[in-house]
C-alpha cells in the first residue's frame, strides 16, 4: 500500500525558513512526479510547487523566488520555504502521481502538515 509521509511544519516567524520533506513508500515506480499543495482556512487546495519525473518544476506565483522543491532521492522530496508570510499559513499537502496504465495517472495524498508563519 503506497504512503507518503510528510515532516518539518512547524510556527515560525514571519521572514523566517521552513523545510518540508515527503517520503513515498510502498510504489514499485521511482522518480514520479511528486508535489505540494495547501489549503488556508476557508480556502480552496491550491498546487505550491510541483517536480515532473524528469526533473521539470512549476511554482504558484505567490511562492516563485522563495521556494524551491527538489528530489532527494527516488523517493523523497522536500520543499525549501524561505522568505515566508502569513499568507503562507496553511496545511501542506504533499502528492505523488503514480503510473496505473498507458496514459493514466493515480494521485496519492499526504496527510498534512501544518505550516503557521505568525508574529
Known amino acids: 500500500q503506497l504512503q507518503l509521509v510528510e515532516s518539518g511544519g512547524g510556527l515560525v516567524q514571519p521572514g523566517e525558513s521552513l523545510r518540508l520533506s515527503c517520503v513515498e513508500s510502498?510504489?514499485?515506480?521511482?522518480?514520479?512526479?511528486m508535489g505540494w499543495y495547501r489549503q488556508a482556512p476557508g480556502k480552496q487546495r491550491e498546487l505550491v510547487a510541483g517536480?515532473?519525473?524528469?526533473?521539470?518544476t512549476n511554482y504558484a506565483d505567490s511562492v516563485k523566488g522563495r521556494f524551491t522543491i527538489s528530489r532527494d532521492n527516488a523517493k523523497k522530496v522536500s520543499l525549501q520555504m524561505n522568505s515566508l508570510k502569513p499568507e503562507d499559513t496553511a496545511v501542506y499537502y504533499c502528492?505523488?502521481?503514480?503510473?496505473?496504465?498507458?496514459?493514466?495517472?493515480?494521485?496519492?495524498w499526504g496527510q498534512g502538515t501544518q505550516v503557521t508563519v505568525s508574529s
Open positions: 502528492y505523488v502521481d503514480v503510473w496505473a496504465g498507458v496514459g493514466n495517472y493515480r494521485r496519492y
Open positions: 510502498g510504489s514499485i515506480y521511482s522518480n514520479n512526479a
Open positions: 517536480l515532473s519525473s524528469g526533473g521539470i
